[in-house]
């Protein structure tokens, strides 16, 4: 069975990503099966669209609040993830965006309300069990998560931290093949 590489989108976000897209690129030259789910904003769902496809042989690569569910899966799972510039504390951001939303990459409305911040608040980790099992990715640039937190949730963990940059992890394509790596993809 080939290794099966999910990357997970953030908030507002859509399997259509450029990080998706070009790491999706990058794959093609790989024996992998690379799945990139367009999920749900309601966090549960979305929990459990990406829990369908794991398979023994899974690996993790998530932005943002993908970062967050990616590092919620690892844990649960033991499974290796990549997280960039993670959202560690999404429902505190969240919270601020309460009522009517719009995701012009899924072209889809939605109202988000204090459920879905509970839901995020429930599948919060307070320390990582198996911090090994990640590897950070930060640019302190990060115009919309306070890089800080991440830097210190993810401290047991391999980190690359790279000064500037901004929450779209600017010069993506440099850290692929440590991506790789990290992920052990043959």
């Known amino acids: 069975m080939a290794q099966r590489v999910i990357y997970i989108h953030g908030f507002n976000s859509s399997e259509h990503s450029f990080k998706a897209v070009r790491f999706g690129e990058y794959m093609a030259h790989y024996d992998v099966d690379y799945c990139v789910p367009r999920l749900s904003h309601e966090p549960f769902h979305a929990i459990i669209q990406i829990e369908q496809l794991l398979t ?14 990616a590092t919620y899966l690892s844990q649960k799972y033991q499974l290796p993830a990549v997280v960039i510039n993670p959202a560690v504390k999404p429902y505190l951001l969240l919270s601020s965006l309460l009522g009517p939303n719009y995701n012009p ?23 990582l069990e198996r911090p090994s099992l990640l590897y950070l990715l930060q640019q302190t640039g990060d115009e919309v998560l306070d890089y800080q937190q991440a830097v210190k949730y993810y401290s047991q963990c391999k980190q690359q931290i790279e000064f500037g940059g901004d929450h779209s992890f600017v010069g993506f394509d440099d850290s692929i093949a440590s991506i790789v790596d990290f992920l052990k993809i043959t």
Not at 111 to 124: F, G, M, T, V
């Open 105 to 127: 990459y899924q072209d889809s409305h939605y109202e988000l309300n204090n459920s879905h911040i509970n839901a995020l608040k429930s599948l919060s980790i307070p320390s």
């Open 56 to 69: 023994p042989n899974t690996v993790l690569l998530g932005s943002s609040l993908g970062g967050f569910y």
